[in-house]
């Protein structure tokens, strides 16, 4: 259903003054017409009385970035999106079925009201829910999911969502409840994003689809795995009304099952590439050390002395601890 914008009803003042008149009208009729002996007028002032009140039903008044969607009769009437204050059909009824739906998200958190002190509170009495449709960016923060990666892995994420309606009709009318729909379909799409990439850097798995490994992942790509969610959204609440301005990931973690082992993992990992460094350091001191002695001719080393040294200068550079010196007083024979 395409959006019908109502324009030029902007004049909710003037006919707001005018019924006002006109009740002032019928109430000085009902006297007059029993001093003039012409009860037509009095039953006329009696009768607008009665239903003069409806002119009041079609007043309207929008807010900045609020939308009423409107119906006449169970047809789409139109929806107004300017600020303003309008008078329209006052058969008109504003429709909003996610009005009462509260997500986790902005827009729909409620501020606690503290009972009356003359009153006390009045826990029966339901507060009058408001049909408008928001046209605000609102951010919306569904609860954390697990879910396996692409190598099987159980993780925690969650994600949070920029969104707003940009077609109001679509929204009211082409889903049941928009925010409901929008909701599920954050959860879906995280599901099928999340799935192609690994927790961390992984050999051989291509998270593109085009058929090349590559290093993708959702600790080290989380611009990419965002973007890519957003797109996933968006195509599938387009027809909705709604449109996916940011999303982003707030939360990313290996599940409480396999936490502790994964940490060990990558603490093994960083400890064997930091032993890889330190070898490979030690071993060009050596040869640095063995080319100065030969280049200065300070000392002849024969092939078994040369072993020893090597040895212990690579002890001394990979030991964990501070070397302890000993002096040979005496010879190596």
């Known amino acids: 259903m395409s959006e019908k914008e109502l324009s030029g009803k902007k004049n909710g003042i003037g006919m707001m003054v005018l019924s006002i008149v006109l009740y002032i009208v019928a109430i ?9 002996g012409m009860p037509i007028v009095t039953v006329v002032g009696i009768l607008y009385l009665c239903v003069g009140w409806i002119l009041f039903l079609g ?7 609020e939308a009423l969607v409107l119906t006449l009769f169970g047809k789409y009437y139109g929806s107004i999106k300017e600020e303003g204050f309008y008078f329209v059909n006052p058969f008109c009824v504003a429709v909003n079925p996610a009005a009462e739906t509260k997500l986790n998200q902005s827009g729909d958190v409620e501020v606690e009201k503290k009972p009356s002190i003359l009153f006390g ?5 339901k507060p009058t829910v408001s049909k408008k449709v928001s046209l605000k960016a609102m951010t919306l923060n569904n609860s954390r999911q697990k879910i396996n990666d692409c190598l099987g892995n159980p993780i925690e994420i969650g994600i949070a969502v920029i969104w707003r309606v940009t077609d109001t009709a679509k929204a009211v009318f082409d889903v049941d409840n928009y925010k409901e729909y929008l909701s599920l379909q954050c959860d879906s799409a995280l599901r099928n ?4 990439y690994p927790y961390d850097v ?7 689809g085009d058929g090349i490994a590559d290093e993708g992942s959702l600790r ?3 611009e990419v795995v965002a973007n890519r969610i957003k797109e996933e959204i968006q195509t ?14 707030t939360h990313l973690a290996y599940a409480p099952e396999i936490a502790s082992v994964m940490l060990q993992r990558q603490q093994a990992s960083a400890i064997i590439d930091a032993r890889k460094m330190i070898v490979e350091g030690a071993v060009g001191m050596v040869e640095m050390a063995l080319a100065k002695l030969n280049e200065n001719d300070i000392v002849t080393l024969d092939e078994e002395r040369k072993a020893a040294m090597v040895s212990n200068m690579m002890v001394v550079l990979c030991g964990n601890h501070d070397a302890q010196p000993i002096i040979n007083s005496g010879s190596l024979y």
């Open 236 to 249: 599938k609440v387009a027809c909705a009304g709604i449109e996916i301005i940011e999303a982003r990931i």
């Open 220 to 222: 080290g790509s989380s």
């Open 59 to 65: 007043l309207k008044v929008v807010g900045p970035q």
């Open 121 to 125: 509170s009045k826990n029966n009495v």
């Open 193 to 196: 994003i999340v799935r192609v």
């Open 202 to 208: 992984a050999p051989n798995i291509d998270t593109t």
């Open 28 to 36: 000085l009729l009902i006297p007059i017409g029993g001093i003039c």
